[in-house]
């Protein structure tokens, strides 16, 4: 096995520790001996791979929702994968609600950021394609790192918030966005040729 493969393997065994602890008691009430305890693994091997305990937290649920988010390579179906993202938030809002509580926009968006900048520049590149338009690469990446702007934002105020409309009202929202206003703002660009004109 490879040094890459012992290493994730390692991180999964913590993380699934973590999890069987976060069912019976709070956060804050889990320490690193009781997690080293239930893997059988020694002091160094943690702080080797995470700093702390929430950064045993942070690389758990980055590591299971972002998976979420690594499916579909055409972009075609981008839709579902973001919304079973959202399903699993909300399936397990409970086990991360500390998670959630604590966590800082600037976190969120070091989790978020890159894989749904991947997503969003996937579509526009769709959209462009489908409909023969002609958008300049600075204009694609402003309008994809505008929307990731916006859709972490709406993200974090859903997660602080309990979770209040249910992931298939957030998924209409997001759907409707990204219909109506993206495919407007790329055909805007492609017909003035410089977003600033739009």
């Not at 889990?30 to 059988?40: E, S």
């Not at 305990?53 to 972002?66: C, D, K, V």
């Not at 959202?86 to 890159?114: G, K, P, S």
């Amino acid at each position: 096995m490879k040094n890459e493969a012992i290493s994730l393997a390692t991180k999964r065994r913590f993380s699934a520790a973590l999890k069987a602890a976060l069912r019976t008691r709070p956060f804050e009430d889990i320490t690193v001996q009781q997690l080293l305890t239930a893997t059988g693994m020694a002091r160094p091997t943690f702080y080797y791979h995470f700093d702390d305990l929430f950064g045993l937290l942070q690389w758990t649920f980055a590591n299971e929702a972002l998976s979420l988010l690594q499916k579909d390579s055409d972009y075609t179906h981008w839709e579902e994968d973001v919304y079973q993202l959202l399903v699993y938030l909300a399936n397990n809002a409970d086990l991360y609600a500390n998670f959630y509580a604590n966590i800082t926009l600037e976190q969120i968006q070091a989790i978020f950021c890159t894989p749904m900048l991947k997503i969003l520049n996937g579509y526009i590149q769709a959209v462009i394609t489908a409909r023969q338009l002609t958008v300049s690469p600075a204009t694609q990446q402003f309008v994809a790192e505008f929307f990731v702007g916006g859709f972490v934002s709406v993200l974090v105020r859903w997660l602080k918030a309990g979770l209040p409309e249910s992931p298939a009202a957030l998924r209409q929202q997001l759907h409707e966005t990204m219909d109506q206003i993206i495919v407007q703002v790329l055909e805007k660009a492609n017909k003035t040729g410089n977003l600033s004109d739009v």
